[in-house]
């Protein structure tokens, strides 16, 4: 396979934009129990305003393999549209994460590694105590429909995915706290593998995010879910998806599709909103 997209760069921290960029407006979509203990969710969408300056996107370990065949060949589809949304973010000044657990060792001479390392730890404050319902399905076992495994532990991030400009790479929950606060970025939208798994339970992931007061928002049509079809409940890995799409637009934080992330970049202007509005 071929080895990743990744432009120079430079030592120095960051080339911020000469103006400001202004702010996109998000179309999200949420989950509400109008009438409470009914169990009886309502789809929802909200229009939220975040200044492109205080906006991050963080992508979960897509590696350019993953330990089942099938979920490789769903990010191998996915990888295309990954690299489209982050390159538009990019040339807007959105600031891009990348996140391939347990490989960073092989980015450690580049500057996009060093730019993280360098930036000063936070204190994290006392984690909110939000509910945590269980999932909708158990993920007990290797979620792998097709019964071949093709996990290579020295694994880098998919090589269609294109790491330049200002791009930064950690797998560590405090770096990345630490460097969203010393950024004052406000907004972590994430994408990635496995929704209902890393994207909810890494030390950078949703869960983890939330609680301790990071406003998140997940790319629903640029996650996919471990999960075999042969466990209940009986449905298409697709459907699976969804339904921990909608247990976290519950119980975590709203979701965005990818082609309305796009649109925001292309219709952003210097005006932003009234600070209430947000």
Request: negative net charge; glycine residues 6%.
């Amino acid at each position: 396979m071929a080895e990743p997209r990744i432009e120079p760069a430079g030592d120095e921290p960051f080339r911020y934009p000469s103006e400001t960029p202004g702010y996109l407006r998000l179309r999200l979509r949420t989950r509400v129990e109008v009438f409470k203990g009914t169990d009886i969710w309502h789809e929802v969408f909200v229009d939220k305003w975040s200044s492109v300056l205080e906006t991050a996107i963080l992508l979960c370990d897509l590696w350019e393999k993953h330990w089942c065949v099938a979920a490789s060949e769903r990010v191998d589809e996915m990888v295309p549209r990954v690299d489209s949304v982050i390159s538009a973010a990019r040339n807007l000044g959105v600031q891009i994460i990348h996140c391939p657990s347990g490989t960073v060792d092989d980015y450690a001479d580049t500057a996009f590694r060093r730019r993280i390392q360098n930036i000063p730890l936070v204190e994290a404050p006392d984690p909110l105590r939000l509910a945590a319902p269980p999932l909708p399905f158990s993920d007990f076992d290797d979620g792998c429909e097709s019964g071949e495994g093709s996990y290579d532990p020295g694994t880098k991030q998919h090589p269609g995915i294109t790491i330049a400009g200002n791009d930064v790479i950690s797998d560590d929950g405090d770096e990345i706290y630490s460097f969203l606060r010393r950024r004052a970025l406000r907004h972590l939208i994430i994408m990635g593998v496995h929704t209902n798994v890393c994207v909810m339970n890494r030390s950078f992931g949703i869960k983890q995010m939330t609680s301790l007061g990071v406003r998140c928002t997940l790319v629903r049509d640029l996650t996919d879910a471990w999960y075999n079809p042969k466990n209940p409940p009986y449905v298409s890995n697709e459907n699976a998806t969804e339904l921990v799409v909608q247990y976290i637009e519950k119980y975590w934080c709203p979701s965005i599709l990818s082609s309305d992330l796009v649109k925001s970049f292309k219709s952003t202007g210097q005006v932003g909103p009234e600070p209430d509005a947000q």
